[in-house]
């Protein structure tokens, strides 16, 4: 094996599976990360591996369920559920849109089928009187993302990985267009290569990446008098691509109006396994450490009671939000970076818990047995 010793930059889903995956395959394995792991987006999203219409996205997806359920007995429990998605329509015009979308994930292998406003309303009373019906899409699953993070970095402990937190990566170290460590704070670290999965912080330590930063909002309420059959979210999430589209950096005069302003909003719902729930959603642009998106809980709030106004009386226990590393095309980045060495896994957007853990099984036999990995292709660093 010519690649032996690999440091992997950021302790979030990233940085866990690839370090899973390159350990697990015999490399010596060091993971940086400057906080705590899964303390940032990571652990700061609903956990949702939903279905979309992209047939990419599809693929991955269902590859990171296999690897989500391979795990899934190992010492950290991520409580992986299935539970179906219920996308809903506000009004019938949402409701033939939603017809077209539920035709596209039928011809691309999904289970989909109609559910009319009365046996919906039945299990979900709070509703307003604007709904108009929905489509329940089969082979959707949750996790706890926090605890999918962990599970995938006690695995990659277990393989041998060594896990530095609190440990802040300085710098790519490179000599004649060739990786030559890494610069840390507790000192120089010599490596063979280097997996950058620092998300939203990737600029900080490979400046020319094609990466912007979008800010995402949930709340989190009390408990439910009642038990929600699905994943409920309205048909206002943008598809990946166009997401990837409006989820670009802000100009200079767009800082100067208040550039904060929500690019896509969904009213989404998601119980979860004490009772409680999950409501979101929101991606806003970003400038990642600025005071900013502040209204965001109100507007999430508001476009809650809008769709379900008998929730108006839930109480909400806490709000946070999560940044996230977008590309122009809504896609993930991996493969390598340019000096030899160097790779990337990165870019997830709002998808990282659904794309990670099958991207870095493909990235780490890219790197260990310098594979050419077909899956990778598409999600090459280069292709913009």
Known sequence: MAVEEIGVVGGGIAGATIAYELARRGARVSLFERGSLAGEASGRNMGLLLNQIEPGVIRIMQRSLEVYR??????????????????IASDAGQLEAMGRRAFEMRAAGMRVSALGADEIRRH?????????GGHVVGNASVVDPAAATLAFVEAAREAGAKVHTG?????????????????TDAGRVACDAVVLASGPWLNDLWRTAPVSVGRGWLLRTARLDFRLPWIVEDMSWPDQDE???????????????????PVAEAFVI?????????????????????????????????RAVAAAPGLGDLPI????????????????????????????????????????PAI???????????????????LRVGRF
């Open 70 to 87: 391979a795990l899934a007995g190992g010492a950290v429990d991520f409580q992986l559920r299935e539970v179906p998605q219920l996308i």
């Open 124 to 132: 979900f009373k709070a509703l307003g009187p604007r709904f108009a």
């Open 167 to 183: 440990t802040r990566v300085s710098q790519v170290a490179l000599r004649g267009g060739k990786l030559d460590g890494l610069v």
């Open 243 to 261: 997401l990837g589209r409006v989820a670009r950096p802000p100009t200079l005069a767009e800082v100067a109006a208040g550039h904060d302003e």
């Open 270 to 302: 998601a119980q979860q396994p004490a009772g409680d729930a999950l409501i979101g959603t929101s991606l806003s642009p970003s400038l990642r450490d600025s005071y900013e998106g502040l209204d965001m809980p109100r507007r999430i709030a508001a």
């Open 317 to 356: 226990t806490a709000a946070w939000y999560g940044l996230r590393p977008m590309t122009p095309d809504g896609m993930p980045l991996a493969g390598p970076a340019g000096p030899t060495g160097l790779w990337i896994h990165g870019g997830h957007g709002s998808i990282g818990m659904m794309t990670a």
């Open 360 to 378: 870095a099984g493909w990235l780490a036999r890219a790197i260990v047995d310098g594979e050419e990995v077909a899956e990778l292709a598409d």
